[in-house]
């Protein structure tokens, strides 16, 4: 089963120069700016480049008011709509605060030779840390331990040592990545550091693990063989909820399910279900579909089912890089030759997300 196949999509020149005024850009709106810097990782390298606006968070109805006279406009997770795209026609550029460009209609972007940039790469070692920061919570119960000394449960103890339940080695089980691009990859080398067996899922295949323990599998191979399975693939109209009922029944007894990909790519009423049944026995989630949740997720009552609020992406370090990078690309794009292109001329350094 394909899962990460990619749209191939059509691309046009925007006029650069029109974006352009005695070297700076012009009117730069940042949509959604609250997450990217709440406080700690300022604006100053975009600021420098035209006259610039952010907005914590913008609703929907308000993008098009917010957006009217920018050359550039920064969006995270703000939709950019066809029709806001056709009511601002003085837009050039959308930079996008992250590596997934799904929050803009691409097709429409193109039709009217709006370049659009991503950031690929700059969280990869944070969202890799955060995978294993979730695996280890299931297999080792350190915050429950924790918070059971902190309750005087040890001092209680009659002995020296005790626990809350059995808790897990990793060396020797076998990981399974679906997606096996960057993050994957470096999931897989840390995966590989803990002892375990390497199994990755990626239609291209066009980056082969050169660590110990890897092979290429099949998506079923990877539920059907794998202790732990862990997300990292985009979502695409092609694997939106992928993992559904039918290829959870196919996971292992104990097994643990890790997504810090997409939430969509679960069918998360199936995954629900399948936590009550016991298989998976765990599932470790940085995303979900809504974002926020609403109270009655079926997730959020899940038996065996750790969730956090789409974090892994967010230390300093990593929005700090996409902070430079942001402002790189803008500067790019200023002087003719913008880079990590998605949508526009395929000029400079034209690196996109995986």
Known sequence: MAVLRRKRRRTTT?????????????????LDGATLDPGDNPWTDVAALGTLVVHERTSPEAVVERARGAAIILTNKTLITADALNALPELRMIAVLATGTNVVDLEAAAARGIVVCNVPEYSTESVAQHVFALLLEVTNAVGAHAMAVAEGAWSRSADFSFWLRTTTELAGKTFG??????????????????????????????????????????????????????LHCPLTDDNERFVDASLLRRMRSGSILINTARGGLIDEAALARALASGRPAAAALDVLSAEPPPSDHPLLSAPACWITPHMAWSTLAARQRLMRETAQNVRAFLDGTPRNVVVGPARGNDRRGS
Request: glycine share 12%; aromatic share 8%; with cysteine.
């Open 14 to 30: 925007a006029p650069l120069s029109e974006a352009k005024h005695n070297g700076r850009a012009g009117k730069i709106v940042v």
């Open 177 to 230: 990545i679906v997606g096996h691009g960057r993050i994957g990859c470096r999931v897989g080398e840390i995966a590989s550091a803990f002892g375990m067996r390497i199994l990755a899922h990626s239609p291209s295949r066009s980056r082969p693990g050169s660590y110990r323990g890897f092979a290429w599998a099949s998506v079923e191979q990877i539920f059907e063989q794998a202790d732990i399975v862990s």
